[in-house]
């Protein structure tokens, strides 16, 4: 569960939790345009740190680093999946260049995670919903997935509840074989999803009591605007990808193995 | 025999939720656990099974700390009915959830049996035996957890919130049933904001706030004490604010019993005639 954890919003005020959710996104995008343009071990060093600053910047290292804990574990099947392939293909040699290949590609899987992590953490699923709805997707589905958003916490919690009920119960979670281990947890997703969909259906209820949908077009109490910040971004943005694709183009990436 | 020892709880988002809390239930007692939301009660009471160990202090449960014993095992003593039945109920009938912790608790096929029957004649329930539980209202759905549990005969029964959702009838019942299982000689321990209730039951009553015990003793004092109840955000039962305006013409002010009440006016009306 410690990758959830990484992506889970906590409210702070930050330069860069006050961003544009729209602005972080293209550069996330960026990010993950850039990584995959390079299978190279430096420049995906380089993508690497990239988002350090952003992260000191709005205070969550905690949260971060749990997240790249939470990912470590597929970093290292990654990388022991591109060795072994990489030995068995090249006749059963392991190389320096094929070592690094496979932590370049590890890496890039790396940066792809950081940096959404980044993202997540520092945006509201609020600021998530107005973003979605300003870049003109039906309000319809932009609520429905703030509200998924939102509600996975409520859903851990209560999960956690049903658990100790069933303990209670005298339920043991880890006793048994396989198969009945997997039967051992129908006690709790069946309350689960029926207290899920009670909810959901309750949420309905209320919603339209509120006059969801009443009128075809709704007005927002807040409305996101881009600020200086917001072009600061862009800029680093643009000039990321600028460079990229240059250095792609016409500058021949060097390997470490090389100079060994 | 509950024994609590400078108890420290915190949860592992961060939030201290019990703060060097100390307590003995003995065996045959009827403790009512009171407080404002998040006071810390239900985190409390969570420990008496062992869903919850102790950050720091101690929980001895009839001797053993809960720290070397599994939840099943301390469970088979300690019956737990949970706040909202909801987050239990999942079998078809209600006679399989019965049977659910029987089960697991390993009785046979034959004590199963009587044991359901038992259970749901004791709360009324008998006519739903084979009832989907989704089907059932609200306050039946909580009768059926509370069935669920009293199955297996624990010695102790821990009941967070159980008079919520319940018409007035259905508490009085409860009522009577926790009685009944006093004279059994088993221990009661309730969770509840319910002020009413407590005042009708007349239990030990078990005052908590942030995290820490600000009261403890017989719900007659405890419950007509003002500036004590103010700390826990609890208004005095409503027996008692009566009594406490008619203090000025002597009559005593640590009345929270509807038949007590009923003796003392009438005697102080005799006085009166005379």
């Given at each position: ?125 609020d600021h998530l919903g107005l973003a979605l709805e300003q870049t003109r997707v039906p309000y319809e589905f932009a609520f429905a997935f703030t509200t998924a958003v939102r509600f996975v916490p409520v859903l851990a919690e209560e999960a956690q509840t049903i658990m100790d009920a069933q303990k209670a119960r005298g339920l043991e979670l880890e006793k048994g074989g396989f198969l009945k281990r997997i039967r051992n ?71 470490i193995s090389q100079f060994l | 025999m509950i024994e609590v020892e400078e108890l420290y709880f915190t949860y592992p988002n961060g939030v201290e939720a019990l703060k060097g809390v100390s307590l003995v239930i003995k065996n045959g007692e009827f403790v009512a656990i009171m407080g404002q939301n998040g006071a810390g009660k239900t985190t409390l009471v969570k420990h008496f099974n062992g869903l919850l160990k102790p ?220």
């Amino acid at each position: 569960m410690s990758v959830f954890d990484g992506l889970k919003f906590r409210r702070v005020y930050s330069p860069i939790h006050n961003l544009d959710p729209r602005m972080k996104f293209v550069y996330v995008c960026a990010v993950f345009v850039a990584a995959i343009l390079f299978g190279e071990i430096i420049p995906l060093i380089a993508l690497f740190l990239m988002p350090i600053p952003f992260v000191f910047l709005a205070g969550v290292q905690k949260e971060w680093l749990r997240s790249l804990r939470g990912a470590a574990f597929l970093a290292v099947f990654i990388f022991l999946v591109n060795i072994a392939s990489n030995f068995f293909t090249s006749g059963y040699v392991l190389t320096a260049v094929a070592v690094e290949t496979s932590a370049a590609m590890t890496l890039r899987f790396v940066v792809l995670v950081e940096s959404f992590s980044v993202f997540f953490l520092t945006t509201s699923p609020d600021h998530l919903g107005l973003a979605l709805e300003q870049t003109r997707v039906p309000y319809e589905f932009a609520f429905a997935f703030t509200t998924a958003v939102r509600f996975v916490p409520v859903l851990a919690e209560e999960a956690q509840t049903i658990m100790d009920a069933q303990k209670a119960r005298g339920l043991e979670l880890e006793k048994g074989g396989f198969l009945k281990r997997i039967r051992n947890y129908v006690p709790v997703l069946i309350p689960l999803i029926v207290s899920a969909i009670r909810r959901s259906l309750e949420l309905a209820e209320a919603m339209e009591s509120r006059a969801w949908g009443a009128t075809k077009k709704r007005t927002n109490l807040y409305a996101l605007k881009l600020h200086r910040g917001d072009f600061a971004l862009l800029a680093i943005t643009i000039g990321l990808l600028a460079v990229a694709i240059y250095v792609r183009l016409y500058v021949p990436v060097p390997t470490i193995s090389q100079f060994l | 025999m509950i024994e609590v020892e400078e108890l420290y709880f915190t949860y592992p988002n961060g939030v201290e939720a019990l703060k060097g809390v100390s307590l003995v239930i003995k065996n045959g007692e009827f403790v009512a656990i009171m407080g404002q939301n998040g006071a810390g009660k239900t985190t409390l009471v969570k420990h008496f099974n062992g869903l919850l160990k102790p950050s720091k202090g101690t929980v001895r449960v009839d001797g053993v700390e809960t720290t070397k014993t599994s939840v099943a095992t301390l469970s088979r003593n300690a019956g737990f009915v949970f706040q909202n039945p909801d987050h239990q109920l999942f079998s078809e009938t209600v006679e399989e959830e019965i049977a659910f912790a029987l089960k697991n608790f390993g009785f046979e096929a034959d004590v199963i049996e009587k044991r359901i029957t038992w259970a749901l004649n004791l709360l009324g329930l008998a006519q739903y035996r084979k009832t989907s539980p989704f089907l059932l209202s609200g306050g039946e759905r909580k009768r059926v957890a509370l069935a669920s549990v009293l199955a297996w005969n624990p010695t102790m029964l821990i009941l967070d919130e159980p008079t919520i959702g319940q018409d007035h009838q259905q508490k009085e019942k409860l009522r009577q049933f926790i009685v009944q299982m006093q004279t059994q000689g088993k221990t009661v321990v309730i969770v509840t904001h319910d002020v009413e209730f407590v005042a009708e039951c007349n239990p030990r009553v078990v005052l908590m706030r942030e995290g820490t015990i600000v009261a403890d003793g017989e719900g007659r004092e405890i419950l007509t004490t003002p500036e004590v109840l103010a700390q826990s955000s609890i208004v005095l039962p409503q027996i008692a604010q009566v009594f406490m305006k008619l203090t000025p013409l002597g009559l005593p002010k640590n009345v929270i019993d509807v038949y007590d009440a009923k003796e003392i006016v009438l005697k102080a009306l005799e006085k009166r005639r005379k």
